[in-house]
């Protein structure tokens, strides 16, 4: 019997029509969709008129389901995995999936669509030809010797931050960056879309005339860039 395939599936960000053609036509194909929330991906399914089995694999159960769909995928069944936006992996589970199946001879397929990193530099107009992804700082231990092994990052810097420390984080840059410019984007490709550029004393001046809801990418200039 051949072994089925794992593929890699992004999903949209925001707006839904982002969904790639070839996206919809794996998801049409395999067996079954790994994916973080069921109710959101089948939102996603309904409106392509798909109706793939879906199961559950998420931060908390990735542990004890990696058997599972691997067991599934060597048995001959394919299987795409996805999350609630965005690419697989980034920021989300699903690494310790695809090493498994590395280490079982799986062909892994990847089909690319949205990633918020990658969206918000290339609007950003900062310099994209080096930069370092962070992802999420840690929320509470950590979070302060990161930011200051960040002073010292030359290159630009690329953070997911979520709508409850937002703020915050502004405030650390200020803190230990101040001289650095920063771009926020807020709700990429949703409809209250907006981007925040300046100093980070300059956007605290302007955060109590801002809505602040939603999902963030923030972007660190390198040291010594400036707008001019
Ligand atoms: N895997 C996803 C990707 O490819 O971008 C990232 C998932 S991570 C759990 C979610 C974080 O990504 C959010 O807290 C936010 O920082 C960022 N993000 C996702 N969608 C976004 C959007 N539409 N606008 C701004 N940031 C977004």
Redesign the pocket.
């Known amino acids: 019997m051949t072994t089925g395939k794992l593929y890699i599936v992004?999903t949209p960000?925001?707006n839904l029509s982002d969904i790639s053609l070839r996206a919809i036509e794996v998801f049409k194909e395999v067996n079954f969709i790994a994916c973080e929330d069921t109710r959101v991906t089948s939102k996603l399914l309904a409106l392509n008129n798909t109706k793939t089995e879906l199961i559950s694999f998420n931060a908390r159960s990735e542990t004890n389901k990696i058997d599972y769909v691997l067991k599934r995928i060597l048995k001959g069944e394919s299987c795409a995995l996805v999350?609630d936006?965005?690419?697989?992996t980034?920021?989300?589970p699903g690494v310790r999936l695809v090493n498994e199946a590395i280490k079982n001879k799986i062909e892994i397929i990847g089909v690319p669509g949205?990633?918020?990193?990658i969206l918000?530099l290339s609007i950003s107009g900062l310099p994209t030809d080096s930069f370092l992804f962070e992802g999420f700082l840690p929320q509470k231990k950590g979070r302060q010797k990161k930011l200051k092994e960040l002073v010292i990052e030359k290159r630009t810097i690329v953070l997911?931050?979520?709508v409850y420390r937002i703020e915050k984080l502004i405030k650390e840059l200020n803190e230990y960056m101040p001289e650095r410019f920063i771009v926020v984007?807020?709700?990429?490709?949703?409809m209250f879309e907006e981007t925040w550029r300046g100093l980070p004393s300059e956007l605290l001046t302007e955060l109590p005339n801002k809505i602040i809801k939603?999902?963030?990418?923030v972007i660190i200039a390198p040291i010594g860039w400036n707008q001019n």
Request: charged share 20%.
């Open positions: 992004a960000i925001g999350s936006a965005g690419t697989p980034i920021s989300d949205a990633n918020a990193a918000a997911y931050e979520s984007h807020r709700e990429l490709t949703k939603g999902e963030f990418v």
